[in-house]
């Protein structure tokens, strides 16, 4: 089973910075495309960033130049390095692991804040 775990979530200034990380369980997250997703109160949850096991990337439009995704596969880990944010990047951001045989798992998620 695996078990994705989120931090560093939290409240920052518009134009401010903030760092999430993700630390999955088992032997498979090195095979496994991770990608960084969001979602506000009444709204469906959407992609921001992806990194395939390869280390292939793709971002969403609105985060192009802002937010860079990275893996360090010895740590079973993801990053989403959030720049320059804006309030309209408020929401809670949820760590997506896809299997090769394409199952999903999710974890808790991580609220972030952009405010003055």
Do not use: H
């Amino acid at each position: 089973q695996v078990q994705l775990v989120e931090s560093g979530g939290g409240l920052v200034q518009p134009g401010g910075s903030l760092r999430l990380s993700c630390a999955a369980s088992g032997s498979i997250f090195r095979f496994s495309t991770m990608g960084w997703y969001r979602q506000v109160p009444g709204k469906q949850r959407d992609l921001v960033a992806s990194i395939s096991g390869g280390g292939m990337s793709n971002y969403a439009d609105s985060v192009k130049g802002r937010f860079t995704i990275s893996r360090d596969n010895a740590k079973n880990t993801v990053y989403l390095q959030m720049n320059s944010l804006k309030p309209e990047d408020t929401a809670d951001y949820y760590c997506n692991l896809r299997t090769v045989s394409f199952s999903n798992y999710w974890g808790q998620g991580t609220q972030v804040t952009v405010s003055s």
